[in-house]
């Protein structure tokens, strides 16, 4: 208390003052629940709370989320399901109800500031409810892709299975062999499982380790909860497959187009019969049946006479042909697959004994022809099938139009003769092969040879029209005296012509596609109006060449070249005297080993009436060029090596890679272009 003397009156004096504010609790807004009421006891429930603070500078800082137990509407301690203290994302607790007994549930949430205020609780009721009884699943059907399968083939096993009870569904399929046959699914039978039945509940079965008989197979099916349902049983038959021993095939050989048998051997089926045999001829000769690809000639439903077929071969190779039995049971399984092989011979004729100096015959374009042997034998192979002959005189005649498909000859010396004789028809005839060792003479104007001819020892003379491409004819005499003399139309591309001895004369009509080579001299060749485009080689000398051109040829001699004479061009070609090809007649390594030969030789005489171009006239040596740079002889000089005569019509300096023209070992002589002698200008001559 303060006494004022101005005012004589007392002044109270206030030396501190505390002002003291009532503050608000927080309120909890909502309470929800997800899933919403009625529950299934068991679910994890999320409980959401809102909850505010009315107090300015004041906030929630948790929420309680509890179970009214006692039904106070009060949230005790020993009540108490979660508690939020992070309100960032929500206030929120997950409850598990799995514990939890059915019935009426109160749940409390009961917020807190941070002066500690606790909300009045707020109340929400949920109904919790007993689990369904979850029913096991059912498998509704169990198959098998093959219910009599043979020993060793998958089998494909199929099944169908379902769950009764809403959201619970068929989870994995379980397949079982019932070894103990008791009806139930052990671990240790079991077979495969199947958890994804997208494409349905499937599972491949290997029999390859069981033994034939009744198989118990059992399928059971587990929902998504772990419930088992009963198993579904399966009893599968597996069969042993029948068995063939071998096979044979009669007569053997057999001439095409006659019928011919084929037999299984020992065809049994150990449980069940055998229903059909099929038999196949190896088309593709692989040794290997293929049922798309190999012919099926037949089938034999009954084997009370044995399981055979019979039939015609007519359209059967010439020569080896395989042949494939298999056999097929009541279940539909196939035995193994055996194999037999028979000859297949073109119908023959011998011509050349005294009462068959001759066989007439027919062939497929009406020709009559007429084959005649004066000394030795032959045996005449025929094409076609279901042919005949009968004798008149000394004439066998060939009844049915066919071709002639090869000769053998028996017998024969260097005096024998074989002719053919073409009557009607389209004037012309074809032979398919020529074997045997001396002839002296092959006559056929109008014979065209459409295969190889390879005689061991000699032939005299040889008349015929064309020679098919890629034919071979091989002599290999050993008599180089006289030599042999050709007249031809014709010789095809790619044909390989190998003498062993000599060459008088060599006349075609035609072109000269294909290669001559005689381990002799050969006096002259010529195409009379064709184009020599093949290799002609000498193991001697060479006299004449004549030609209306010649175009990628090779002439080669091991010794001199005389003359050659051509009325048009030579383009790309090579005269080689005293160089060696070799008998593959090429340049490079000879088909009996080692490289070419090098050696001394004159070239006395070439005449092109022609244009010269991108050639080689050479003796003695050999120009490095790019056929022939990686030679070993390349650039080397034999002893001797002359171009004496040689005339050009015209030279032609364009389009040459390489340098072209004469070269010599030892002397070129002066050659003209036209009446002019020449001038180098890029002909290269070496001396």
Not at 205 to 214: E, I, Q
Not at 451 to 468: H, N, P, Y
Not at 502 to 520: P, R, T, V, W, Y
Request: hydrophobic share 35%; with cysteine; glycine share 12%.
């Amino acid at each position: 208390m303060i006494y004022s003397r101005k005012t004589k009156r007392a002044v109270l004096q206030i030396e501190h003052l505390e002002v003291r504010c009532l503050l608000s609790a927080p309120v909890v807004d909502i309470l929800t629940a997800v899933p919403p009421s009625p529950l299934t006891i068991g679910q994890i429930v999320l409980l959401t709370a809102t909850a505010s603070d009315p107090d300015t500078g004041d906030f929630v800082s948790k929420v309680g989320f509890y179970e009214d137990l006692n039904s106070d509407g009060k949230a005790g301690d020993n009540e108490l399901l979660g508690m939020d203290s992070d309100g960032s994302d929500g206030w929120s607790c997950f409850w598990d109800t799995k514990l939890h007994g059915a019935g009426l549930v109160t749940l409390l949430a009961v917020a807190k500031d941070t002066t500690n205020a606790q909300s009045s609780p707020y109340s929400l009721s949920l109904t919790l409810n007993s689990q369904p009884v979850n029913h096991a699943p059912t498998v509704n059907a169990f198959t098998a892709d093959n219910m009599t399968p043979t020993v060793g083939q998958m089998v494909l096993l199929t099944a169908t299975a379902s769950d009764p009870d809403v959201g619970d569904w068929v989870g994995k399929v379980g397949f079982y062999e019932d070894l103990n046959v008791d009806g139930q699914a052990g671990d240790n039978e079991f077979l495969g499982v199947d958890s994804e039945g997208s494409d349905g509940w499937i599972h491949s079965w290997d029999t390859k380790l069981y033994a034939p008989g009744s198989v118990t197979l059992l399928v059971v099916a587990k929902d998504s909860s772990g419930t088992m349902g009963n198993p579904r049983t399966l009893y599968v038959n597996l069969n042993n497959p029948p068995t063939i021993v071998s096979a044979d095939v009669t007569p053997d050989p057999v001439v095409k187009g006659n019928a011919l048998t084929i037999t299984g051997i020992n065809v049994n089926d150990s449980d069940g019969f055998i229903v059909k045999a099929e038999f196949y001829r190896d088309a593709n000769n692989n040794g290997v049946l293929d049922t798309n690809t190999d012919t099926l000639l037949g089938s034999d439903t009954n084997g009370l006479d044995g399981w055979t077929w019979t039939g015609s071969s007519d359209n059967f190779d010439i020569g080896t042909n395989h042949y494939f039995v298999r056999a097929q049971d009541n279940y539909d399984a196939w035995s193994n697959v055996v194999t037999t092989t028979g000859e297949v011979q073109n119908f023959s004729v011998i011509v050349g004994l005294p009462n068959s100096k001759t066989v007439k015959y027919v062939d497929i374009d009406g020709s009559e022809i007429y084959v005649r042997l004066n000394s030795g034998t032959a045996n005449l192979c025929f094409d076609g099938a279901s042919l005949t002959t009968f004798t008149k005189g000394s004439t066998i005649t060939v009844l049915g139009n066919t071709n002639l498909a090869n000769i053998s000859l028996q017998n024969t010396t260097s005096k024998s003769s074989l002719s053919f004789n073409v009557k009607g028809g389209d004037g012309q005839t074809t032979l398919g092969g020529l074997k045997g060792a001396i002839l002296g003479q092959l006559k056929g104007k109008h014979l065209d040879i459409t295969g190889d001819i390879e005689l061991s020892g000699s032939l005299g003379m040889v008349l015929i029209d064309d020679v098919a491409e890629e034919v071979n004819i091989t002599i290999g005499t050993s008599s180089w005296d006289k030599g042999m003399t050709f007249s031809v139309d014709q010789i095809g591309k790619d044909v390989d012509i190998a003498i062993g001895g000599s060459i008088k004369s060599f006349l075609a009509i035609g072109d000269i596609q294909g290669n001559i080579s005689a381990e002799g001299f050969i006096d002259k060749i010529a195409s009379k109006t064709g184009n020599i485009t093949g290799a002609i080689r000498s193991g001697q000398e060479i006299g004449t060449v004549q030609a209306l051109s010649l175009d990628e040829a090779m002439i080669s001699s091991v010794n001199n070249i005389k003359k050659v004479t051509v009325k048009g061009d030579i383009i790309d070609s090579w005269i080689l005297a005293g160089y060696d090809i070799g008998c593959d007649c090429a340049f490079g390594l000879q088909e009996t080993g080692g490289g070419d030969v090098l050696s001394s030789g004159d070239v006395t005489s070439v005449t092109v009436k022609g244009t010269f171009s991108r050639s080689y006239i050479v003796a003695g040596t050999l120009p490095d060029t790019s056929l022939t740079s990686y030679l070993p002889n390349v650039g080397q000089m034999a002893s001797t090596g002359y171009i004496g005569k040689v005339k050009f019509g015209n030279i032609n300096y364009d389009d040459a890679d390489d340098y072209f023209g004469l070269f010599a070992a030892t002397e070129i002589k002066p050659f003209k272009i036209g009446k002019s002698l020449a001038v180098s200008q890029g002909m290269f001559v070496i001396e």
